[in-house]
């Protein structure tokens, strides 16, 4: 099982961002699929998650109306597009996939994809 996130960067604060990532040697298209963060200093935490077929989604409050997460099951992609980012935005993102977005947001990802850096300028 391979989660290859990526689309990290440096912006300043106010921009937007769009972090993929591809996942591939499991189904994709059975499995929930979700976004967490680990601030420079801090536990890695949940940011976001999206059910198998994509028709429903979570986000942890911080991130609410701002950011935006994505499937699509014919290219086995996961996106989470970031709006207005802040400072605070600032971690590293990693994807990861499990049964259901219960376990996600209770931190209990079955596979995790390397990180990919966002830094937010002031």
């Known amino acids: 099982v391979q989660l290859q996130a990526s689309g990290g960067g440096l912006v300043q604060a106010g921009d937007s961002l769009r972090l993929s990532c591809a996942a591939s040697?499991?189904?994709?298209?059975?499995?929930?699929l979700g976004w967490f963060r680990q601030p420079p200093g801090k536990d890695r935490v949940f940011v976001a998650a999206i059910s198998y077929n994509g028709g429903s989604t979570y986000y942890t409050d911080s991130v609410k109306g701002r950011f935006t997460i994505s499937r699509d099951n014919a290219k086995n992609m996961v996106y989470l597009q970031m709006n207005s980012l802040k400072p605070e935005d600032t971690a590293v993102y990693y994807c990861?996939?499990?049964?259901?977005?219960?376990?996600?947001?209770?931190?209990?990802?079955?596979?995790w994809g390397q990180g990919t850096k966002v830094t937010v300028s002031s």
């Open positions: 040697g499991l189904p994709f298209s059975s499995r929930a």
């Open positions: 990861a996939s499990a049964l259901g977005p219960p376990a996600l947001r209770g931190g209990a990802a079955d596979y």
